[in-house]
Antibody, heavy 116, light 107 residues
Framework: QVQLQQSGAELTKPGSSVKISCKAS????????ISWIKQRPGQALEWIGA????????GYNEKFKGKATLTVDKSSSTAFMQLSSLTPEDTAVYYC?????????WGQGVMVTVSS | DIQMTQSPASLSASLGETVTIQCQAS??????LAWYQQKPGKSPQLLIY???SLQDGVPSRFSGSGSGTQYSLKISSMQTEDEGVYFC?????????FGGGTKLELK
C-alpha cells in the first residue's frame, strides 16, 4: 500500500534551518510529483512547492521561494524539504503528499516549532 | 493566483441531515477541483477529485458537483464520523490553492 512516512517533530531556534524527510513506499517513486504543504495551527493549507522525483525539477509558490528547498534521493525513495532562516511564523505542521494535481496520499505531518 | 473561497466557515448538522458546502474559484478551473476531509491531529484525506469523482473507499453519501467557478460538496446523510474540517483545492494551475476550510460539527 502507498505510504509516505515523514521524519519526527523539530524544535528549533529563530534564524536556523531544518531539513525534514518524506519516505515513499508502495508505488514507483519517480512516477508522481511530491508536494509539500504547510498548515499553521487552526489555519488553512498552503502549497509550498513540488518536486518531480524522476527529473529533480521543482516548482515553488512565490511566497516560499528562498524559504524552502526541495530535493530527492531516488536511491531511497525519499523527498526532503529544507526550511531556512526560520522565524516563529514558520511554526506549523508540514505535510508531504503525492501529487497528480490532487493529493491522494499524505504523510502524517511534521510539527516544526520555532522558538527561542 | 487562483483564490478559493469556501462557505460557510462552520456549520452544525444533525444525524441524517443533508449537508452542503460551497467553494468558489476566482476564475474558471474547468472542474479541476478536489475536496478533502481533515480530522483533528490527522492528515487531510482526499474525498472527491475532478469535481465529482469519488475517491476509492470514500462512502457514497459524499458527492461533488459544479463547474466553472462554482462547486459544492454534499453529504447526503450526516454521520458522527463526518465531523471534521473540509477543504476544497484547485489543481488546474500553479500554485495549487486551497479554500479556507469549513468546520462541520454534529448538532
Amino acid at each position: 500500500q502507498v505510504q509516505l512516512q515523514q521524519s519526527g517533530a523539530e524544535l528549533t531556534k529563530p534564524g536556523s534551518s531544518v531539513k525534514i524527510s518524506c519516505k515513499a513506499s508502495g508505488y514507483t517513486f519517480t512516477s508522481y510529483d511530491i508536494s509539500w504543504i504547510k498548515q499553521r495551527p487552526g489555519q488553512a493549507l498552503e502549497w509550498i512547492g513540488a518536486i518531480n522525483p524522476g527529473s529533480g525539477g521543482t516548482g515553488y509558490n512565490e511566497k516560499f521561494k528562498g524559504k524552502a528547498t526541495l530535493t530527492v534521493d531516488k536511491s531511497s525513495s525519499t523527498a526532503f524539504m529544507q526550511l531556512s532562516s526560520l522565524t516563529p511564523e514558520d511554526t506549523a505542521v508540514y505535510y508531504c503528499a503525492r501529487d497528480y494535481s490532487v493529493f491522494d496520499y499524505w504523510g502524517q505531518g511534521v510539527m516544526v516549532t520555532v522558538s527561542s | 493566483d487562483i483564490q478559493m473561497t469556501q462557505s460557510p466557515a462552520s456549520l452544525s448538522a444533525s444525524l441524517g441531515e443533508t449537508v452542503t458546502i460551497q467553494c468558489q474559484a476566482s476564475e474558471d478551473i474547468y472542474s479541476g477541483l478536489a475536496w478533502y476531509q481533515q480530522k483533528p491531529g490527522k492528515s487531510p484525506q482526499l474525498l472527491i477529485y475532478g469535481a465529482s469523482s469519488l475517491q476509492d473507499g470514500v462512502p457514497s453519501r459524499f458527492s461533488g458537483s459544479g463547474s466553472g467557478t462554482q462547486y459544492s460538496l454534499k453529504i447526503s446523510s450526516m454521520q458522527t464520523e463526518d465531523e471534521g474540517v473540509y477543504f476544497c483545492q484547485q489543481g488546474l494551475k500553479y500554485p495549487r490553492t486551497f479554500g479556507g476550510g469549513t468546520k462541520l460539527e454534529l448538532k
